[in-house]
């Protein structure tokens, strides 16, 4: 049987055993992350939550600890329906047996009390993924003083505050521990951003047949989502195949099936049998490996400089041409009935615009007469110059301003939301040169400076009243991303989107499985010509933060429909399923699967192999060679001092882990 989880009731205060894992937050990425260490890894888990309820769900009754156990009830429940199939990976049964129930402690701050009664000091990590990055870096600071040997791992949406405070906790780890191992020191202290996490996934949820990117050692694994091949077609294997997903020639929009969806979830990492036999699934494949260059900045929708047609419009832009064939008009008549050059015709007419010319007495009548006009020309030059200066001047005052939606817009994408996803997903969207308008209730969001430098079309307004959505052009749009983090609006605004252009592709941020589920299935029923997906942020960010709570490192995730696929980078020493095995024999269906070695000595490799080499691409230095061989002959044998990267589920990387806890103990 699995742990028991008490409703609301506080349980026993007694200190936990060394070697548990304690996990702070505020919101659903901690409730999720405790689930994926207690019912996934099988770890002994303390949560520490704020009391009283979610601050980002005022509507929920529920407090925070409610909301966490009524998590832990349905994954209890959702485990042993599954233990009780006998559908564990390797037929072990439940591997949470044994193990206890998740220690939940409500407490307003991190602080120095809280975090001994939490058993810090004898702890093996500790996860600070409150939303607020100050409160997870003055934590942090307390708990490694507390504990040097602690491992870290950090949610700061501030990347370049990340490295730096990653850098400052390793170095104090071993200003405390002078002999510590420098390979325990690079996984002491590890920085993540959710919204980092989940953008990439989010983001390619609006397109179709989008690829998700993997960078490892500067190379970048793509995994590209193939849809089901039109009858009499052959689909693209790739380099190898990682899932195959619900969707059929038949049902193209296919199941969006989760980890509870029985047998309409997708299928993680299959053998070369299960690929034969599903001809008509569309798959995710590895497609190709290429270079990674350094992050680029986003694009701007329109250019550097501001063009003639933002600086005037339309209107004085005619009118200036209108008079400008006046005055040509003028010296053609002048030359014609003249004998003057065109350079003193050209010079007389532009005195008599201006009004500055002599009157024409004396001369010819045709002479007199184009004066006569010209004066006339010169008085509607007056009032354009005018108008030119003023809305020169009325474009400089709002050029720091929202631009707001061209009218021959089409082919974009609506994006609801520019709070810390919304934004990094609009940097995505932008690298990719997709065009966005964006739609924000709030105009001090925080994505809103961003939005603004980057020329993006933004419609201030709550998505929910009418005529919102049509300012943002959603009947030509591709498109919608609803990214607020308000399930309910985002539902509504969906609902909307819908009724205006049945068709539209949505993708919703929705936290529940069993509600998106409800709601994928009835958008499916009421529109099933049309693609609906549904994505939960903290569902894509917690694998990664539960495997660097592991000590491993994790590349990324990448999702496969509503189920989460990990890449990570493993030593073969300690793992007895790796060891000593052939890269085939290794081979795990539904559980992991070697996709390539690093042949770099062990002394000369890279810590982090999701960094980029140091190096110039746009410069005459030839860039290292890779030491990641990717091209693996199915009867190489896996030596301990190998380092491989690999694709797994879950609870294949759990399993991993599990079976290298029982053969090295842990410090």
């Not at 400008?324 to 003249?338: F, K, P, W």
Request: aromatic share 4%.
């Amino acid at each position: 049987m699995l742990g028991f989880v008490p409703p609301l009731p506080q349980q026993p205060g007694r200190p936990p055993s060394a070697g548990h894992m304690i996990v702070c937050g505020d919101d659903a990425l901690a409730r999720r992350l405790a689930v994926e260490l207690r019912y996934v890894y099988g770890e002994r888990v303390t949560l520490l939550l704020p009391p009283g309820r979610d601050a980002n769900s005022p509507e929920t009754p529920l407090t925070q600890r409610g909301r966490a156990a009524a998590l832990f009830g349905r994954m209890s429940a959702a485990m042993n329906r599954a233990g009780n199939a006998g559908g564990t990976t390797g037929g072990s049964g439940d591997t949470n047996a044994g193990v206890e129930a998740v220690r939940i402690m409500e407490a307003p701050e991190p602080s120095d009390d809280v975090l001994e009664e939490a058993g810090v000091d004898r702890a093996a990590a500790l996860a600070l993924v409150y939303d607020d990055d100050e409160r997870n870096i003055r934590a942090a600071l307390t708990a490694r003083r507390l504990n040097p040997r602690l491992r870290l791992v950090i949610r700061l949406y501030n990347r370049k505050l990340g490295q730096h405070l990653e850098e400052l906790l390793d170095q104090a780890a071993a200003v405390a521990m002078p002999g510590i191992d420098p390979a325990l020191l690079d996984a002491s202290t590890t920085v993540l951003s959710d919204a980092d996490t989940a953008a990439p996934a989010l983001a390619a949820t609006a397109l179709t047949g989008s690829s998700k990117i993997i960078q490892a050692e500067g190379l970048l694994l793509r995994a590209a989502e193939r849809p089901p091949p039109r009858p009499g077609e052959t689909a693209d294997p790739g380099l190898c195949t990682l899932a195959l997903l619900s969707s059929t020639t038949n049902d193209p929009a296919g199941a969006e099936g989760s980890d509870s969806s029985g047998d309409e979830a997708p299928q993680l990492l299959p053998d070369e049998s299960a690929v034969a036999a599903a001809t008509g699934r569309g798959t995710v494949v590895l497609e190709a490996i290429s270079r990674a260059d350094p992050d680029r900045p986003a694009t701007r929708m329109g250019g550097r400089g501001a063009p003639l047609a933002q600086v005037f419009s339309r209107r004085l832009r005619w009118s200036a041409l209108g008079v400008a064939a006046a005055a040509l008009a003028l010296v053609i008549a002048s030359l014609l009935t003249t004998e003057d050059t065109a350079i003193h015709s050209t010079y007389l007419t532009l005195l008599d615009l201006l009004g500055m010319n002599d009157p024409a007495e004396g001369a010819p009548a045709a002479r007199q007469i184009i004066q006569l006009l010209s004066g006339i020309a010169g008085l509607l030059l007056l009032p354009l110059l005018l108008a030119a200066v003023l809305e020169a001047f009325g474009t400089l005052r709002t050029a720091s301003s929202l631009r707001r939606p061209p009218r021959g817009l089409s082919g974009h994408v609506v994006l609801l939301g520019l709070g810390k996803i919304g934004t990094r997903v609009l940097v995505r969207l932008r690298e990719l040169d997709i065009p966005v308008v964006v739609v924000e209730e709030d105009p001090d969001a925080r994505g809103i400076p961003l939005a603004r430098s980057m020329h993006v079309p933004t419609v201030i307004g709550d998505v929910t009243q009418e005529g919102v959505l049509e300012a943002a052009k959603i009947r030509r749009a591709r498109a919608l991303l609803a990214l607020t983090s308000i399930d309910t609006t985002n539902l509504e605004a969906a609902l909307y989107a819908r009724s205006v252009k049945p068709d539209l592709r949505v993708a919703l941020r929705l936290y529940d499985d069993e509600f998106a589920t409800a709601v994928y299935r009835t958008l499916r029923t009421a529109h099933p010509g049309a693609l609906t997906r549904s994505r939960s942020v903290s569902h894509l960010a917690a694998p990664a933060f539960a495997g660097a709570m592991m000590g491993r490192q994790i590349l990324g995730a990448v999702p496969v429909e509503r189920k989460v696929m990990l890449f990570a980078a493993l030593e073969v020493a300690g793992h007895p399923q790796l060891e000593g095995h052939t890269v085939e024999q290794a081979f795990r269906a539904g559980a992991w699967r070697v996709l390539a070695i690093d042949a770099t000595p062990p002394a000369d490799r890279t810590p982090d192999l999701a960094a980029i080499p140091p190096y110039n691409p746009y410069g005459d230095a030839v860039p290292p060679p890779s030491g990641l061989v990717w091209d693996l002959h199915p009867g190489y044998v896996l030596r301990a001092t190998d380092r491989v990267v690999i694709a797994a589920t879950r609870r294949g990387l759990a399993e991993l882990l599990r079976r290298q806890r029982s053969v090295v103990p842990r410090q």
